[in-house]
């Protein structure tokens, strides 16, 4: 049998990448990791919620039923709130900034997308936790302030994600690799099941609402129009994946390569996803694995956020695959 690895005890090896903050990282994602299991045990449950009462309405015990995504911002809220590691807080869930009440130890700032893929939370498909970590900018510790949380993804310390799906798996990076978690229900730990992921150069899947095709501009129809044409010597036609909940298609392709859309649209130029709960986290991962990740022109991390829920178009995944995408974007091809 090989070693099995705890995500507790690789947080602790993590620790060595930063000498100046002894134990901290691995305080923080200890912190996210336990909020990760409270939330997947009412995700695993959630069609129950059909047996012991709908949500909106009071369930057996007389208690008030909450949907799951507000349930899962509350939770992470309080669980990671109450250790007083961080100083503020971003939910995409919350118009504004969160204090936690043990603010004025925390030195670090938490965004975080508590349940994303909300269309299919009651329809038994895949959804996921997104989470981003920085180190306060300008202020002092019970100081902070919204310009903590609005800082370039470059600047992140960790990120990572959940995805509650056929097994819960939680992905992280603090700059050095990207390592994967499997749940083991059985003993309540999160094992080391992906070490040091490095995502394909190129893939065979786009993943984009096609749905919305006459909501885009004439670059991603060309796109769409060349990624199904045949081309064996490109391996085009290209098949199409989209799940609809951003974790899981993002994770699908991280593993087997691939590229996932979501360009601006005539409504909205700025497209869907959010960036400081979206799209940062996961292109720190995606380029820590060897992807890459644009807004069609510009690499998310270097985006000056301008405030807490600004949204932006997202071309992510495998090298080649997003290079290709952009150039349709930008009318080079
Ligand atoms: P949400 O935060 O309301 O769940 O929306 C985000 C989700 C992403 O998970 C997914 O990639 C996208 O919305 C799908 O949007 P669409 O239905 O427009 O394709
Ligand atoms: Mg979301």
Same mark, same amino acid.
């Given at each position: ?17 930063? @000498? ?15 909020? #990760? ?8 449950? /959630? ?5 012991? %009462?709908?949500?909106? =309405? ?6 008030? +039923?909450?949907? !799951?995504?507000?349930? /899962? ?5 309080? #669980? ?6 961080? #100083? +503020?807080?971003? =939910? ?16 670090? /700032? !938490?965004?975080?997308? @508590? ?22 900018? #300008? ?10 949380? !609005? ?6 310390? /960790? ?6 799906? =056929? ?25 080391? =099941?992906?070490? &040091? ?17 006459? *909501? ?40 087997? %390569? ?21 799209? &940062?986290? !996961? ?7 060897? %992807? ?37 974007? *930008? %009318?080079?091809?």
């Amino acid at each position: 049998m090989s070693k099995l690895i705890t995500i507790e005890r690789h947080f602790l090896e993590q620790q060595k990448y930063f @000498p100046d903050a002894p134990g901290e990282v691995t305080d923080l994602l200890n912190d996210v990791a336990f909020a #990760a299991k409270l939330v997947r045990r009412e995700v695993v449950r /959630a069609g129950l919620v059909d047996i012991l %009462g709908f949500a909106g =309405s009071t369930n057996v015990q007389g208690e008030e +039923v909450k949907k !799951l995504d507000l349930f /899962a911002n509350e939770k992470i809220i309080s #669980a990671i709130g109450q250790h007083g590691r961080f #100083a +503020v807080m971003g =939910s995409e869930e919350n118009d504004g900034i969160i204090i936690p009440p043990q603010n004025e130890t925390g030195s670090y /700032a !938490l965004l975080f997308d @508590p349940l994303d893929g909300s269309s299919n939370i009651d329809v038994n498909v895949s959804v996921g936790t997104i989470f981003s970590i920085y180190r306060l900018k #300008a202020s002092e510790p019970g100081n902070a302030s919204l310009d903590d949380c !609005l800082q370039h993804g470059s600047e992140q310390v /960790a990120a990572g994600y959940v995805i509650y799906g =056929s097994s819960v798996v939680m992905v992280y990076t603090t700059g050095h690799g990207v390592h994967g978690f499997t749940f083991d229900p059985t003993i309540g730990e999160f094992l080391l =099941s992906h070490e &040091n992921i490095v995502t394909p150069k190129r893939g065979k899947y786009y993943s984009i609402n096609e749905g919305s095709y006459q *909501q885009f501009n004439e670059e991603t129809k060309k796109y769409l129009d060349y990624i199904k044409e045949e081309d064996p010597a490109t391996g085009r036609p290209y098949s199409t994946r989209y799940i609809g909940s951003l974790v899981a298609d993002f994770h699908r392709n991280l593993l087997t %390569g691939g590229v996932f859309v979501y360009p601006p649209t005539k409504t909205h130029k700025q497209g869907k996803l959010r960036l400081m709960y979206e799209a &940062n986290p !996961l292109a720190f991962i995606c380029e820590q694995a060897g %992807g890459r990740a644009t807004d069609g022109r510009n690499r998310i991390l270097d985006i000056q956020p301008l405030s807490l829920h600004q949204r932006t178009p997202l071309y992510i995944g495998s090298e080649d695959d997003v290079i290709v995408a952009e150039e349709f974007e *930008q %009318g080079v091809r």
